[in-house]
């Protein structure tokens, strides 16, 4: 197990060891992992151009480290515990040899569909204990995973295989979600006319309703894994191939594939797992995000799981059957440590007190723990006082898709913490805050945008076949620093807090969508000529999208009816959850003299500030008067 700080002047030490020396920090931690060769070297990088490897040389198989290593001491405890969308059915608890039987198999199943080192596999499911089994799966046989989240449109799904040339797609028929049948076959079906890499498709039964079948792709699991035998060789991986893509959004077009690699991301989940939760054998950890999203890959499947954690993975959503499951499940289970999203909590406080009146949940619980967008001062008051009665501190854990695990944050119980604020760098993270010139600030008290100046294990290393796009979007703003996209101020305590996206990328409900993206699906629609969308400040969700929309024609009263059908556009070509909460039909949008769409001045007018800034740069000033005007209405 890696090692865990426990007291403030024990992570000073920690922090400025590995500042000091981060390599000699983090070969000490990787040494505590079951290395089948180890490392020649522990770091070689550069930030000029774009390149980072730790542990090059060293050999390992990141299944080993969680099954084999701890075999004997953990065989018989549970690993997952699994709780059903409907509390009517049973959980599912699955301990550590079990899973690893279950891993073996489907090893073996992937095998026998030819897949071999290196080769995509692509999943498209819902939260079901199969999830981690085909990821971990893949991970034993040096196949690489791309977890699509369920919620993703055929369109989505196809344009993520297409781009990772998956060769494998493992699916349900489909998933419970509340009251709601998600048909993901049927996704999947749509999404496949345009999927010409994928031989089979693994279909686990979750609803047993009736799906469409292609005898020549689709196979059930259950039968697969029937037939399957239950040992499966490791295969043996450098420290530097590929363990996973997971697709997310940029501030231009495309999804990227984000590229992990394997041995410092198993160093650097593990570590950040056990210290930031401050896990302790034995306990319960429940983090209720989707394993479609990397939290869900670091924090309910690799980082507990490596250190030999028992992991509650739930199907459902916090308001099924009512707004007190998640309290639910933490007393049911006994959860130590709960990890969830700000809006999560939001939706819940909005739900009213009656549903956290009289409930204590500390007899068991810890710690409670945030991710993926700012957390208010309210929403933390509420979660703190009524979910953690006073007594658990509140881990807000700033980190992104491409930094593996969590990078700036509060140890639980050792790192004071404020509202609002990440707080503090973990060790080994080393930020920098610059101005827009680039300009390094300094000292406390600055705001500007947030940097990181030397590599963690757990970054990621690429784009899947496009490390150009890797390197524009990290390291082309600010020489030598990689850049994360997010304003950040740091208090006269030294205190880190997250400002927000400082480029094209909304975050809504704590999913990260580009504004591009988006408007290229708007852009689709035949009477749209052109659009452009922003964030604007959202009660619940942290951020709503804002459309502003420009027509060919728009018939004679039909505007409500076009705005469903740009909608309805958006969710068929992207997912529901990036449909635009308000549209504004506008006969033309802000432009400098170089044609570019001048956002700074939209985002304003939807965040309905009256403070618009320099207008005269424009082409098109009077335009600024006629969307005002038109913005007002829409809001009264
Ligand atoms: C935002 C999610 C404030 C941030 C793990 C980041 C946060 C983006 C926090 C990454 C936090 C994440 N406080 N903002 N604690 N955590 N963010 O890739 O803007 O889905 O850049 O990773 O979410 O989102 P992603």
């Not at 046989?141 to 797609?169: M, P, Q, W, Y």
Request: glycine share 8%; hydrophobic share 40%.
């Amino acid at each position: 197990m890696v090692p865990k700080i426990t007291t403030l002047s024990g992570y000073i030490h920690e922090y400025q060891k590995s500042i000091a020396n981060p390599t000699g920090f983090w070969a000490n931690i990787a040494e505590t992992f079951y290395w089948r060769k180890k490392w020649d070297t522990i770091l070689e990088w550069d930030f000029q151009n774009p390149r980072i490897e730790w542990f090059k040389g060293g050999q390992l198989n990141i299944t080993e480290n969680i099954f084999e290593r701890n075999q004997f001491l953990l065989g018989d405890q549970t690993a997952i515990i699994w709780e059903p969308n409907d509390p009517k059915e049973e959980a599912r608890k699955i301990s550590y040899n079990e899973l690893f039987t279950e891993v073996q198999k489907f090893a073996n199943v992937l095998r026998s569909h030819g897949v071999r080192k290196g080769d995509r596999v692509a999943m498209y499911m819902p939260m079901i204990p199969e999830l981690t089994i085909a990821m971990l799966a893949c991970a034993r046989i040096g196949a690489i995973h791309s977890v699509v989240f369920a919620g993703f449109s055929a369109n989505a799904l196809a344009e993520r295989i297409i781009d990772a040339e998956a060769k494998v797609l493992v699916t349900a028929d489909g998933g419970f979600r509340g009251q709601k049948i998600i048909h993901l076959k049927d996704v999947v079906d749509e999404a496949m006319v345009d999927c010409p890499s994928i031989v089979s498709s693994i279909v686990v039964k979750r609803t047993g309703h009736n799906i469409g079948w292609n005898p020549k792709r689709d196979y059930w699991w259950h039968d697969e894994m029937a037939q399957a035998d239950a040992v499966a060789s490791a295969e043996i991986m450098d420290a530097e191939d590929p363990l996973y893509i997971l697709y997310t959004s940029g501030s231009t077009g495309r999804p990227k594939g984000v590229l992990h690699t394997t041995g410092g991301y198993m160093v650097y989940t593990a570590y950040t797992f056990r210290n930031v939760f401050q896990y302790s054998s034995g306990d319960v950890f429940f983090c209720a995000a989707d394993i479609g999203w990397v939290t869900g890959h670091s924090y309910i499947v690799y980082g507990p799981l490596l250190e030999g954690a028992t992991s509650v993975m739930f199907e459902g959503i916090p308001t099924y059957p009512d707004a007190g499951r998640y309290w639910d499940i933490i007393k049911k289970h006994k959860v130590n440590q709960f990890y969830t999203s700000p809006t999560a909590i939001r939706s819940l406080i909005a739900q009213g007190q009656g549903w956290v009146q009289d409930i204590d949940l500390t007899d068991t619980l810890r710690v409670l723990g945030t991710v993926g967008e700012p957390i208010n001062e309210e929403a933390w008051h509420w979660y703190h006082d009524h979910i953690g009665n006073n007594k658990c501190p509140i881990v807000d854990t700033w980190w992104q898709t491409e930094t593996g695990g969590i990078m700036i944050s509060a140890i639980a119980g050792v790192i004071p913490t404020k509202p609002a604020f990440a707080s503090l760098p973990l060790p080994g993270i080393q930020p920098q805050i610059v101005d827009p010139e680039g300009k390094k600030l300094c000292g406390k008290g600055v705001e500007g945008n947030l940097c990181i100046k030397f590599p963690w294990p757990g970054m990621a290393r690429s784009h899947w076949g496009d490390h150009e796009r890797y390197v524009e979007s990290y390291f082309s703003q600010y020489k030598g620093l990689y850049f994360t996209g997010d304003g950040v101020k740091r208090d006269e305590d030294g205190y880190y807090r997250i400002l927000g996206r400082m480029d094209d990328v909304i975050n809504v409900s704590g999913h990260r969508l580009g504004t591009a993206e988006i408007e290229n699906a708007i852009n689709e629609h035949p009477l749209v000529s052109e659009s452009a969308v922003v964030g604007f400040p959202h009660d619940i969700k942290g951020q709503g999208i804002y459309a502003y929309v420009v027509c060919t024609d728009i018939p004679e009263n039909s505007e409500e009816e076009l705005k469903n059908s740009i909608k309805k556009g958006v969710s068929k070509m992207i997912s529901p959850i990036a449909r635009p909460d308000q549209i504004l039909f506008v006969s033309g949008l802000p432009k400098t003299r170089s044609g570019k769409i001048m956002r700074r001045i939209l985002k304003k007018i939807a965040a309905g500030s009256e403070e618009y800034g320099d207008i005269s740069t424009l082409t098109n000033p009077e335009i600024v008067e006629e969307i005002v005007d038109k913005n007002i209405n829409l809001n009264h």
